[in-house]
């Protein structure tokens, strides 16, 4: 089956930090710019950050930059969103899915082509 698989999501205080990972299976992760995307209670779905398969360029939303890293293991077919300093509003389920119109991330404002292989979340909980 052609998907993503997410873990290490869980329940962290402010200020705490959480590695997650997006294991692909079915595909290689050089094919695709890849997306870790989040959706809050009653919020839509929003795009945190992006990989290129071209050049492992990465472009984050503002809300998470300084904070969020991206990075992937194509020897592990995985990739990883490392959250520091996190922060209450950064709760929320969060996915990884391919690009699959474009190898480069959009630079600048993030935007995405038709997106596959959709996981099925790791919830983070930032709380004290």
């Known amino acids: 089956q052609v998907q993503f698989v997410e873990s290490g999501g869980g329940l962290v205080q402010p200020g705490g930090s959480l590695r997650l990972s997006c294991a692909a299976s079915g595909f290689f992760l050089d094919y695709y710019a890849i997306g870790w995307f989040r959706q809050a209670p009653g919020k839509e779905r929003e795009g945190v950050s992006c990989i290129s398969a071209s050049d492992g360029s990465t472009n984050y939303a503002d809300s998470v930059k300084g904070r969020f890293t991206i990075s992937k293991d194509n020897a592990k077919n995985t990739v990883y969103l490392q959250m520091n300093s996190l922060k209450p509003e950064d709760t929320a389920v969060y996915y990884c899915?391919?690009?699959?119109?474009?190898?480069?991330?959009?630079?600048?404002?993030?935007?995405?082509?038709?997106?596959?292989?959709w996981g099925q979340g790791t919830r983070v909980t930032v709380s004290s």
């Open positions: 899915a391919a690009d699959l119109e474009r190898r480069a991330c959009v630079m600048g404002e993030l935007g995405w082509g038709t997106l596959g292989y």
